[in-house]
């Protein structure tokens, strides 16, 4: 379904159209989430990335339309080699993950992992978790100054 | 072609990775062959989120520790924060250029 759903998003016609797909496409991402046992993942991905970002993405398209249809490159050389290169591109990565011999360890049991995730995130990865919250706190500050109207034209 | 189907009936580790692959060749398409801006934007979210199921299925299926998960955390987060700064630069430029079509930017140009 996330494939599916991600190809409507790169190659539907119609704007409104590709941002539902990729509510479809989260969707997708977060029951792959569920299937590799990382609930905390799955449920933050719902909440930031449906919840969040798509629904900024859906105040864009409507905010910033003038005509209901976007269309691709029609038919200039743009469209081809850019599918060359990514259909290269998927083909060689898909081989080689289908070929090597993957080191897997053996697959724990896995028990709730947000206790365990907050013990990492405290403990090792203290020093990130503080730059990604400053990180944040920029970003809030800075996309509310660049989005305010101007009132005089500076 | 009998190996595929195996193949196709375990499924594992490298599933997920070939899946994230075909899912960042997809977001790459949506860079480099959209004119909208913000399809642009979809685009790069869908790399993220490729990249974001490499990590976590990494973390499950080749260690035994939860690292993948803390990296997948602070990419949602990341992406998070940038999503919301694109978007208003897209909003900033539509008020001022009245165009989101990324060709049609070319002020800086000669």
Redesign the interface.
């Known amino acids: 379904m996330?494939?599916a759903a991600?190809?409507v998003?790169?190659f539907s016609r119609n704007?409104v159209r590709?941002?539902f797909a990729?509510l479809f496409?989260?969707f997708g991402?977060a029951g792959?989430?569920v299937l590799?046992?990382?609930d905390?993942?799955a449920v933050?991905?719902l909440l930031?990335?449906v919840g969040?970002?798509l629904v900024?993405?859906i105040?864009?398209?409507m905010?910033?339309q003038r005509q209901v249809s976007?269309?691709?490159?029609t038919g200039t050389l743009?469209?081809w080699p850019?599918?060359i290169?990514?259909?290269a591109?998927?083909g060689s990565?898909?081989a080689i993950?289908?070929s090597?011999e993957?080191?897997?360890?053996?697959?724990?049991d896995?028990t709730a992992?947000a206790p365990?995730?907050g013990e990492?995130?405290l403990g090792?990865?203290l020093l990130?978790f503080e730059v990604?919250s400053v990180?944040?706190l920029v970003?809030?500050i800075?996309?509310?100054l660049?989005?305010r109207?101007?009132k005089k034209a500076s | 072609m009998s190996d595929f189907v195996l193949w196709l009936q375990n499924p594992g580790l490298s599933h997920f990775l070939v899946l994230s692959a075909i899912l960042f060749s997809l977001g790459l398409f949506a860079i480099l062959t959209r004119r909208n801006a913000i399809m642009v934007l979809m685009g790069i979210e869908l790399i993220l989120n490729a990249a974001n199921i490499n990590f976590v299925a990494f973390s499950r299926y080749a260690a035994a520790t939860l690292d993948g998960q803390v990296v997948a955390i602070f990419v949602i987060i990341l992406a998070a924060a940038e999503a919301a700064i694109a978007l208003a630069i897209v909003l900033n430029i539509y008020q001022n250029f009245n165009t989101v079509n990324v060709d049609d930017l070319n002020k800086l140009r000669d």
């Open positions: 996330t494939l991600g190809s998003v790169v704007i590709s941002a990729l496409a989260f991402v792959l989430y590799l046992l990382a905390f993942i933050t991905q930031v990335y969040g970002i900024l993405v105040f864009g398209v905010l910033t976007v269309d691709i490159k743009q469209v850019a599918l290169v990514t259909a591109l998927a990565l898909s993950f289908y090597t993957w080191k897997t360890s053996p697959l724990v896995q992992t365990k995730l990492m995130l090792d990865y990130p990604a990180v944040l970003a809030l800075g996309a509310a660049i989005a109207r101007e």
